[in-house]
């Protein structure tokens, strides 16, 4: 069974600050896909990124960071100099590396970006 | 524009009627999936297809089912609506390789009274 926790339900934060969304998950599988998925108000579901299990490499793009560490099954999301337009509902998920492919999501961070 | 088009966009429902949340998607992508969001819980799938003709249940698929007849729709159906059905309901769909994660329609927002 996999599970995806994302502990942090809401955050504030004030524009410029940096902030960290957390996300911890447990799979037996010894390959698989991540996922960060960004919520705005509008509703959709927007995707950031994909990394696979066997690939820790940290990755930059622009102001988001993401840090995978598959020792503490960890895999954080940072975003730098944060800005109004942040303000959403960010899911982490998880997905089997294989033909099944479902994804299992966490509950969702709230991130609340002040001016 | 290629993507996943669900309709309705919302509905108000009555309890133990019959409803059918439609997902059509131009990509030819041989998985799709229907997920429901609730406040607190994220996303939980309720059915998914790997590829058409097949189907398989999600972590909460009671009173729901599913078809995929071709590979372009997969409708959800409720055959008789309760309350705790209510929810936002997103199909997706996705495709080796994944490079791109998983392409999510616009959701139907369901209440059922």
């Known amino acids: 069974a996999q599970k995806v926790t994302q502990a942090q339900t809401e955050i504030s934060v004030v524009e410029k600050e940096d902030v960290t969304l957390d996300c911890v998950y447990e799979?037996?599988?010894?390959?698989?896909?991540l996922f960060w998925y960004k919520q705005p108000p509008s509703g959709e579901l927007v995707f950031l990124i994909r990394r696979n299990s066997f690939d820790e490499q940290n990755e930059i793009s622009g102001r988001y960071s993401w840090n995978f560490q598959k020792s503490t099954s960890s895999f954080n999301f940072t975003i730098t100099a944060s800005q109004v337009v942040d303000s959403a509902v960010y899911f982490c998920?998880?997905?089997?590396?294989?033909?099944?492919?479902?994804?299992?999501f966490g509950s969702g961070t709230q991130l609340t970006v002040l001016p | 524009i290629a993507g996943i088009t669900q309709a309705p966009t919302s509905q108000i429902l009555a309890a133990g009627r019959r409803m059918t949340l439609r997902c059509t998607q131009d990509?030819?992508?041989?998985?799709m999936y229907w997920y429901r969001q609730d406040l607190g819980l994220g996303l939980r799938l309720i059915h998914y297809?790997?590829?058409?003709?097949?189907?398989g249940k999600g972590e909460v698929p009671d009173g729901y089912s599913v078809s995929r007849a071709n590979t372009d729709d997969f409708p959800l159906t409720l055959a008789s609506a309760v309350p705790s059905q209510t929810s936002v309901y997103f199909c997706?769909?996705?495709?080796?390789?994944?490079?791109?994660?998983?392409?999510f329609g616009s959701g139907t927002r369901l209440t059922v009274v």
């Open positions: 799979t037996r599988d010894t390959t698989y896909y």
């Open positions: 297809s790997n590829t058409a003709g097949t189907t």
């Open positions: 990509m030819r992508h041989n998985a």
């Open positions: 998920a998880l997905s089997p590396y294989g033909s099944a492919r479902q994804l299992t």
């Open positions: 997706a769909s996705s495709d080796p390789p994944q490079e791109y994660g998983y392409t």
